[in-house]
T-cell receptor
Framework: RKEVEQDPGPFNVPEGATVAFNCTYS??????FFWYRQDCRKEPKLLMS???SGNEDGRFTAQLNRASQYISLLIRDSKLSDSATYLC?????????????FGAGTRLAVHP | DGGITQSPKYLFRKEGQNVTLSCEQN?????MYWYRQDPGQGLRLIYY???????QKGDIAEGYSVSREKKESFPLTVTSAQKNPTAFYLC?????????????FGEGSWLTVV
């Protein structure tokens, strides 16, 4: 079983749609959680951190369920510019340092 | 502007050759990392360094080597021992390897073996 699992997609949605990404992680000792966005052939960029209480940044809402080891990202009112791959990232302390583990990503394609 | 600079962006290598990818940061970050990304897969850690003159193997260090002689520089050498080197290589840095520290990436280097 992969340490961080995501649906690979692609998710093809029209502009204005609401889309949800899900992610599960296997290590219950994981400490911090993030969503990164990666455009085609570019580096990943931090979209938002994920907190147990849930957090929102404009059209983006992230939630964490530690009991189920599940992270989600909701995008409301999708824009064409939201088309990208969304990476779920988990941090845990391992081997003497805080290790980042990346999911393979879910690709989103927003069309007119 | 502060940031992480990787070079070259595109590199072609013949089988059996070593190549070195450059990574420079002016963010004054202590921690630096090298990741590899293959199509349809998540990033995998090759090496990381928490401080000058110190570095540690990540999950897939075989066939790679690094050095950290200066705080701002963390070059990666892909040796001929790396059997499948064609990939997208990403250098990153953070203030430290402690919890909650955001990791920033360079623009990446595409290595193709021909």
């Amino acid at each position: 079983r992969k340490e961080v699992e995501q649906d690979p997609g692609p998710f093809n949605v029209p502009e204005g749609a609401t889309v949800a990404f899900n992610c599960t992680y296997s290590n219950s000792a994981s400490q911090s959680f993030f969503w990164y966005r990666q455009d085609c052939r570019k580096e990943p960029k931090l979209l938002m951190s994920v907190y147990s209480s849930g957090n929102e940044d404009g059209r983006f809402t992230a939630q964490l369920n530690r009991a189920s080891q599940y992270i989600s990202l909701l995008i409301r009112d999708s824009k064409l510019s939201d088309s990208a791959t969304y990476l779920c990232v988990v941090m845990l302390f391992s081997g003497g340092y805080n290790k980042l583990i990346f999911g393979a990503g879910t690709r989103l394609a927003v069309h007119p | 502007d502060g940031g992480i600079t990787q070079s070259p962006k595109y590199l072609f290598r013949k089988e059996g050759q070593n190549v070195t990818l450059s990574c420079e940061q002016n963010l004054n970050h202590d921690a630096m990392y090298w990741y590899r990304q293959d199509p349809g897969q998540g990033l995998r850690l090759i090496y990381y360094s928490q401080i000058v003159n110190d570095f540690q193997k990540g999950d897939i260090a075989e066939g790679y080597s690094v050095s950290r002689e200066k705080k701002e520089s963390f070059p990666l050498t892909v040796t001929s021992a790396q059997k499948n080197p064609t990939a997208f290589y990403l250098c990153a840095s953070s203030i430290s390897t402690g919890a909650g520290n955001t990791i920033y990436f360079g623009e990446g280097s595409w290595l193709t073996v021909v």
